[in-house]
Every structure is written in structure tokens, then in C-alpha cells.
T-cell receptor, first 110, second 112 residues
């Protein structure tokens, strides 16, 4: 089945710094999403981005489907950005069966 | 408040016991799904449903049953709990299954 690799596994930032999280996947996808899990365990959908670029405030994401990767950019990080960021993908064969990466654990220090 | 409601939040079971994790959504979403999350891992799909009366298996369906008799409810049944089913369980819903997932707050299950 499709493999999803996220990097880096862990990241520590000072408040105000920028960061880039990467998601590589091993097959063509037509569903790719980024999620944030906060330190209390709540999961929030950030982006649906099987291709192209989207922005939402300080967060933006770019997926280059032909090269099988996606990037999540966090600018001017805040302590509330702490948590784990997950990338999840699905193939055209069943685009509702999301396969998740192991996540990037982000800690933003004041 | 609109959203996905999971109950209970915490549960301890003995090996061999059965139980049902409840999931309800009030957003009229067609798509609902159950995931489990184990330490240091991403979520793994257990079962999902694209509408009332329709369910399908995910990555790790063994030991779990589901049914979808209404649009709102999608219960997950453990027929005979095993220690390997100790995990945090999340229910999610979406209007089309492609994006805009809304997650419940999770159920932390321990099987002893």
C-alpha cells in the first residue's frame, strides 16, 4: 500500500520563527490533508490539498503531486501552534481511505 | 454545539468483555469513520461509512464491528476486548469524505 513519510519527526522553535514540514508519499494521490493535533489530543483539519497551494492565515501548504510531496509552512510561530502535525493521503482507488503519516511533533517555546 | 460527540471519554475493560463506543454527529454528514491512535503513531482507519446502511473496512478492522442505521450515529463495537485494543479511538465525519473532517474528542480505552 501507499507509504507516507513525514519529516522532521520533531521540531523545537522559538516563538516568532518560521518552519517547513514535509510529507512524502509513495504513490499518486487524489486526497491529501494536513491535520493538527493539539497537546490535549484534539484533531483539527487544516488543509485539503491534493495539489496546488493554499493559505490560511499564518499557515500555508503546497502539494507537488507529480513529485509526490507536500509542504506545510508555519510562519511567525506561536505557542498555540505546538502539537503534532499529520499528513494523510488517499489514492484514487479509494479516496476516502486516508493513510496517515507518523506526524511531526512541534514545540514552540515562548 | 454542532460537532461530533463521542462517549465515553475513558473506559477500562477486562479481557473478553464487550462494549460499544458511541459516535454521533449533528451536521448531516454522509461520511463517518473510526480511527485508532497508538503512542507515537498516526491514526489508522478501522471502519468507515459513506451513508446510512453502508459500511466498509479500513486498515485494521479485525475485532471491531460497526453499523450505520441512521445518518447521525456510527457506533463501534468491540465483541471480545483484547489488550491489543488498548488505544485512543477517534470518530470523524465529513460532508463528502474528501475534506473538512470534524473529529470527536476521543475515547481512551484500556483493556486489562
Amino acid at each position: 500500500g501507499i507509504q507516507v513519510e513525514q519529516s522532521p519527526p520533531d521540531l523545537i522553535l522559538q516563538e516568532g520563527a518560521n518552519s517547513t514540514l514535509r510529507c512524502n508519499f509513495s504513490d499518486s494521490v487524489n486526497n491529501l490533508q494536513w491535520f493538527h493535533q493539539n497537546p490535549w489530543g484534539q484533531l483539527i483539519n487544516l488543509f485539503y490539498i491534493p495539489s496546488g497551494t493554499k493559505q490560511n492565515g499564518r499557515l500555508s501548504a503546497t502539494t507537488v503531486a507529480t513529485e509526490r510531496y507536500s509542504l506545510l509552512y508555519i510562519s511567525s510561530s506561536q505557542t498555540t501552534d505546538s502539537g503534532v502535525y499529520f499528513c494523510a493521503v488517499a489514492t484514487a482507488g479509494n479516496n476516502r481511505k486516508l493513510i496517515w503519516g507518523l506526524g511531526t511533533s512541534l514545540a514552540v517555546n515562548p | 454545539n454542532a460537532g461530533v460527540t463521542q462517549t465515553p471519554k475513558f473506559q477500562v475493560l477486562k479481557t473478553g468483555q464487550s462494549m460499544t463506543l458511541q459516535c454521533a454527529q449533528d451536521m448531516n454528514h454522509e461520511y463517518m469513520s473510526w480511527y485508532r491512535q497508538d503512542p507515537g503513531m498516526g491514526l489508522r482507519l478501522i471502519h468507515y461509512s459513506v451513508g446510512a446502511g453502508i459500511t466498509d473496512q479500513g486498515e485494521v478492522p479485525n475485532g471491531y464491528n460497526v453499523s450505520r442505521s441512521t445518518t447521525e450515529d456510527f457506533p463501534l463495537r468491540l465483541l471480545s476486548a483484547a489488550p491489543s485494543q488498548t488505544s485512543v479511538y477517534f470518530c470523524a465525519s465529513s460532508s463528502g469524505g474528501l475534506y473538512g473532517y470534524t473529529f470527536g474528542s476521543g475515547t481512551r480505552l484500556t483493556v486489562v
